[in-house]
């Protein structure tokens, strides 16, 4: 499938899944069947459950950062999301997953590759995939993030994770920066024309739960809900279905923090230049024979058994300001 009809079809199924509605239930698990994660849509249990075969798991921030905050704040931010899903508590005892900070890298794309590989997290602005053509659609507007996460298809193995954050400026009508680490009480929501900080750690814990196969819940407290306030600080801490979630998929075992976390096929933290300096460019065939970063198509060789889960949030107040209008019209 091309990169283009691969980012249609996500669009189609997540404009399909805000139509669909839910009773509660208990936590939601990605699929290999389960398409976008976009909105309240009902929890999809066809296909393989996604998880990763190796706990032992690593991650990298683009070097170049973001707009809104310094790369030392936002490296605390993410850390500590990730370190909130370490610290579960399975009944006296921690789940068995382990998350490994890495350099910072130069991967502002979203891929997986035969080759080397990266489970990067980047800033972009703008709001889009770098390898699509200027003319093709975007990621949702009123995401603050997105997490495509690759898997084997018959499976449901976790082969690759990569986490997108909306640096634009935040409007009326679209989610994005500013960011900060936001003080407990949450920040200043300010104005429906000059939106306030959102809180990053807030964002980030909530994608890190798409990163190790995590959907979305339908219970509004839950860290994995679906869409957040800009200037709440809500989500930085597990609710009970969060902990109940990465409990039953990775339940505790024999930790062992000298683990490897090298990802599948090695670690490349340049996925936008070789080793010479060469720019890899998009849809490149043949760029993992180099050891480089490859940039074969979002969905790999025509007969690879890999395909993409795509998982969103997205900022509830652009929604309900939206909404407002639209009721205003009718």
């Known amino acids: 499938m091309s990169r283009r009809a691969l980012s249609l079809a996500s669009v189609a199924i997540g404009c399909a899944a805000l139509l669909q ?107 889009r995939d770098p390898c699509l053509d200027t003319n093709e659609p975007g990621y949702d507007s009123n995401a603050f993030a997105v997490t495509i996460v690759w898997h084997n298809t018959n499976t449901g193995e976790i082969l690759d994770a990569d986490m997108m954050i909306n640096d634009t400026e935040a409007s009326a009508t679209s989610a994005g920066g500013p960011y900060d680490n936001c003080p407990p009480t949450g920040c200043d929501p300010g ?32 860290t994995m809900f679906a869409s957040a306030e800009r200037s709440s600080v809500e989500k930085r801490d597990l609710a009970q279905d969060d902990i109940d979630a990465i409990c039953t998929i990775y339940p505790p075992g024999n930790l062992d923090l000298s683990c490897n976390e090298t990802p599948i096929n090695g670690l490349q933290l340049n996925c936008e230049t070789d080793s010479q300096g060469n720019v890899i460019l998009c849809d490149e ?37 939206r909404s407002r209008r639209t009721d205003a019209r009718s």
């Open 285 to 321: 065939p043949g760029a993992t024979s180099s050891g480089g970063c490859s940039a074969g198509s979002t969905s790999g060789p025509a007969n690879a058994p890999w395909g993409i889960a795509l998982a969103v949030l997205l900022g509830l107040t652009v929604l309900r300001r």
């Open 21 to 127: 509605t839910g009773d509660a239930h208990a936590f939601c698990r990605m699929t290999t069947d389960g398409g976008a994660q976009i909105g309240n849509a009902s929890c999809v249990e066809r296909g393989e459950p996604l998880e990763w075969a190796d706990p032992c798991l690593s991650y990298a921030v683009d070097s170049r950062g973001s707009s809104w905050m310094s790369q030392e704040d936002i490296n605390a931010a993410i850390d500590a999301s990730f370190a909130t899903w370490m610290g579960a508590d399975c009944d006296g005892s921690p789940p068995n997953v382990i998350f490994k900070p890495l350099p910072p890298s130069t991967c502002r794309r979203a891929e997986f590759n035969t080759g080397p590989n990266v489970n990067t997290i980047a800033f972009l602005d703008p709001w």
């Open 191 to 222: 104005s429906r024309l000059a939106p306030g900080p959102a809180d990053l750690a807030s964002i980030v814990t909530h994608e890190a739960g798409h990163f190790i196969g995590i959907g979305h819940s339908d219970l509004p407290d839950a």
